[in-house]
């Protein structure tokens, strides 16, 4: 509620963490997490994305290691800059490889809300899918000096792992690079406020990696096709 002022003095709950996208790979979709102020608090409200995912992407600072999420908690994070040895892995808690990075999302994604968002995951569904989408960053970067690439969510397909009681099937990403605008806003943020930085196995102090603020998928026979192009790149993030 706001005051005299015309401004809020009660605690925060949420309202300074950075918004974010998410894969969820057990339905092959994603979803930008809105915070909603509800007046007494904050809220998430998770928006399906997936049929006109676009967005310019900063593997240029791209983080890879560690992460763990953990229901109800805060993530924790053990990250250093791509291309730096690996941490090591925390001596307690269930961590798993994982990486964060951040994106600026096309305006038809985002409607009114944030564009710049951050991005992590440790499912080896979603870790495949931007592997595959950086390495080929990795080949054209040179002949887009100054640039970054915009990538779009081309379908999602099923693998399907294990047997018997333990037969699972995750949904794998395939994206593509649908061209190259220059970074413009989407600066290198102040660590979010999204999880926790932890200390690593040799008792090193980590870098400083995150801020110390505290449809279920049908029987889907073939890949998901994304339904709309984005815009022009020159348009939507020139």
């Not at 970067?141 to 379908?155: D, F, H, M, Q, W």
């Not at 995750?170 to 200390?199: C, M």
């Not at 400083?208 to 890949?223: E, K, L, N, Y």
Request: proline content about 10%.
């Amino acid at each position: 509620m706001t005051n005299v002022f015309g401004f809020s003095t009660e605690p925060k709950t949420g309202g300074d963490f950075l918004p974010i996208i998410k894969y969820d790979a057990r339905a092959g979709r994603m979803f930008r997490i809105d915070r909603i102020d509800t007046g007494n608090g904050f809220e998430s409200n998770q928006v399906d994305i997936t049929d006109k995912f676009s967005a310019q992407v900063d593997f240029e600072f791209l983080e890879t290691g560690w992460i763990e999420f953990t229901p109800g908690s805060p993530p924790a994070f053990v990250l250093v800059k791509w291309g730096d040895p690996l941490p090591g892995k925390p001596p307690t808690g269930k961590f798993k490889h994982g990486v964060r990075f951040m994106v600026k999302l096309a305006s038809s994604c985002a409607d009114d809300k944030p564009r710049i968002r951050e991005m992590a995951g440790t499912s080896n569904a979603m870790l495949n899918g931007i592997a595959a989408v950086a390495e080929q960053y990795q080949r054209e970067r040179n002949a887009n000096p100054g640039k970054l690439p915009v990538i779009r969510l081309v379908n999602t397909f099923p693998v399907k792992t294990g047997s018997g009681s333990q037969a699972s099937t995750n949904y794998h990403p395939r994206f593509e690079i649908v061209g190259w605008a220059p970074r413009g806003d989407l600066v290198p943020q102040p660590k979010s406020a999204n999880g926790t930085a932890v200390s690593t196995t040799n008792g090193a102090t980590p870098p400083s990696t995150g801020s110390t603020h505290a449809p279920a998928p049908g029987q889907v026979q073939q890949p998901q096709q994304a339904q709309q192009r984005p815009a022009s790149v020159a348009d939507d993030f020139g």
